[in-house]
């Protein structure tokens, strides 16, 4: 089944204790990315990937990292969470750089990471 | 002003009801559009996606573009219970494929 897999589902950590949330999908995409979606605020990106060891910010990368050394894993990295960063996060990967119009920036979601920073 | 703006609801419509969400997005120059189902806790799935001008219907699912105007809208035809979720626009504002969301208008199908 093509899919994107993201763990750990449900997380809860302290101030200034490092973590990764991983990322992997099976579907040969090379376009990743990491969004995390907030009450009233929508889905915003955090980071995303057009291929291996290609990554650049999205909307809000302030206190995240992301590395891409394989195809199929994207995983994130919270150095040091605050509070700030209890989120739900998801991953997504597409056909990019594929035909837009034949739906290669249509996105495939993992299932979701709730983080919560106390 | 945002580059797309829902309004985020909620909307209530009767069971077998139309329900209608609208969409509005800044950049003139965006190449496709999307809306995205949310149950509650759950990842966003695609229902639709739209390229040109005019309508494209998909079941009970229309989606409306007009580029003029510069917005985007879903129509579900005999609403269900089960159509209760958050419905998400997204825009790929320019080359390059980056989709942006909008915040989400929750419906809620009333039995």
């Known amino acids: 089944e093509a899919q994107v897999t993201q763990n750990p589902r449900y997380l809860i950590t302290v101030t200034g204790k490092k973590l990764t949330v991983t990322c992997s999908q099976n579907?040969?995409?090379?376009?990743m990315s990491w969004y995390r979606q907030d009450p009233g605020l929508g889905l915003r990106q955090i980071y995303y990937?057009?291929?291996?060891?290609?990554?650049d910010k999205g909307d809000v990368p302030e206190g995240y990292k992301v590395s891409r050394k394989e195809k199929r894993n994207f995983p994130l990295i919270l150095e040091s969470p605050s509070p700030n960063q209890t989120s739900l996060y998801f991953c997504?990967?597409?056909?990019?750089?594929?035909?837009?119009?034949?739906?290669?920036?249509?996105?495939?979601f993992g299932a979701g990471s709730r983080l919560t920073v106390l | 002003q945002k580059e797309v703006e829902q309004n985020s609801g909620p909307l209530s419509v009767p069971e077998g009801a139309i329900a209608s969400l609208n969409c509005t997005y800044s950049?003139?120059?965006?190449?496709?559009f999307f809306w995205y189902r949310q149950y509650s806790g759950k990842s966003p799935e695609l229902i639709m996606s739209?390229?040109?001008?005019g309508d494209k219907e998909d079941g009970r699912f229309t989606a409306q573009l007009n580029k003029a105007s510069q917005y985007v809208s879903l129509l579900i035809r005999d609403s269900q219970p089960s159509d209760s979720a958050t419905y998400l626009c997204?825009?790929?504002?320019?080359?390059?494929?980056?989709?942006?969301f909008g915040q989400g208008t929750e419906l809620s199908v009333k039995p």
């Open positions: 997504a990967s597409s056909n990019l750089p594929g035909p837009i119009y034949s739906g290669a920036n249509v996105l495939t």
């Open positions: 579907m040969n995409h090379e376009y």
């Open positions: 990937s057009m291929n291996v060891e290609v990554t």
């Open positions: 950049d003139r120059g965006s190449q496709s």
């Open positions: 739209i390229y040109s001008n």
């Open positions: 997204a825009v790929n504002p320019r080359q390059g494929g980056k989709l942006i």
